[in-house]
């Protein structure tokens, strides 16, 4: 068995022998479905300076910044379909063994590929907030216009309507990040896949893992500042690498390669 392998087994049973099984998705895990993450080589915000077309207070002085940027990217976000590192969590979670993703990816991908236990950090594209009434608009009442780089307008007021992800100097969803805390101090291992870890609040959440002494394994194709924090990881292709994991889970937990069911944990 190659060393890459004996990994894809370590991570398998690492799964099999956990209680509560949390995951964190960042860009990378969609990049395989077509849409670029944010600071990898061609990514987005090698694009865009994320301070001129991406900040809460950008938004609200020019909003067409932040418009023309997403004409660039509803296509892709529209065309986009989960890849097989979507679908590895969702079987993961009908397997028992992922009680929860949580994103920072607003493609609704994984929802997609059927995992439904999803938390979303930094919102979603799915829908719209007018900012002067509040007015909630679906992302087909809002694309006519923002396909063409316009800005949408709320279909009440005529207000700008705001997409409903999160913007550069915008609080998250409070509950939302409170329950994602809970999860990662609950759970005894923790899946971090295609995360950079630059951005806070969602780059403590698997220190908060790790602090409540879970097991932690990282699915990257770099390095992360939070590397050290790893028990184990999974350097390669989030599709790539998921796929074989669950597939090595299930090997494991029906090829009878489990001893009678009382698993020896890593610390006997
Ligand atoms: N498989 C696994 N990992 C990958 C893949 C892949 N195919 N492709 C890229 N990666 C990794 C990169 O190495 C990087 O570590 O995914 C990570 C993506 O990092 P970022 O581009 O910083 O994206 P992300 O971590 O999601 O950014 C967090 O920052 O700009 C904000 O709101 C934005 O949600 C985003 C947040």
Redesign the pocket.
């Known amino acids: 068995m190659g060393k890459k392998d004996d990994i894809i087994e370590r991570a398998a049973r690492m799964i099999d022998a956990a209680r509560k099984v949390v995951t964190l ?5 969609s ?2 479905s077509g849409i670029p ?4 080589p061609g ?3 090698t694009r865009y300076d ?1 301070v001129v077309y ?1 900040t809460f207070e950008s938004f609200i002085s020019d909003p067409s910044k932040f418009w023309e940027m997403a004409a660039d990217l509803h296509p892709l976000l529209e065309n986009a379909e989960p890849n097989p ?1 979507h679908l590895a969590l969702a079987e993961l979670e009908r397997l028992g063994k992922c009680d929860a993703v949580i994103t ?3 493609d609704h991908l994984h929802q997609r590929a059927g995992s439904t236990v999803v938390l979303e ?2 919102g979603t594209y799915r829908t719209g907030t007018c900012l002067a009434c509040r007015k909630q608009h679906t992302y087909e009442q809002i694309k006519v216009s923002a396909f063409q780089g316009e800005i949408p307008r709320c279909l009440s007021c005529g207000g700008v309507v705001k997409p409903d ?2 913007l ?1 100097g915008e609080p998250l969803n409070a509950s939302v990040l409170q329950r994602s805390n809970e999860l990662a101090s609950e759970c005894d291992l923790m899946l971090v ?7 806070y609040p ?2 403590s959440i698997p220190t908060y893992a790790k602090r409540a002494g879970a097991n932690i394994i990282f ?4 390095s ?1 500042p939070y590397d050290p924090i790893a028990d184990l990881i999974l350097l ?6 998921l796929p074989k994991v669950v597939e090595e889970y299930k090997k494991i937990t029906t090829g009878g390669r489990r001893h009678f069911g009382i698993w020896k944990s890593k610390d006997n």
Request: hydrophobic share 50%; glycine share 16%; charged share 15%.
């Open positions: 998705t960042g860009a990378g895990i990049v395989e993450d944010f600071r990898s990514g987005l915000w994320p991406a590192a920072q990816n607003i950090l930094h992800v999160v550069f896949i295609g995360c950079g870890l630059e951005v969602a780059a699915v990257n194709i770099a992360t390669g292709k989030a599709g790539e690498v």
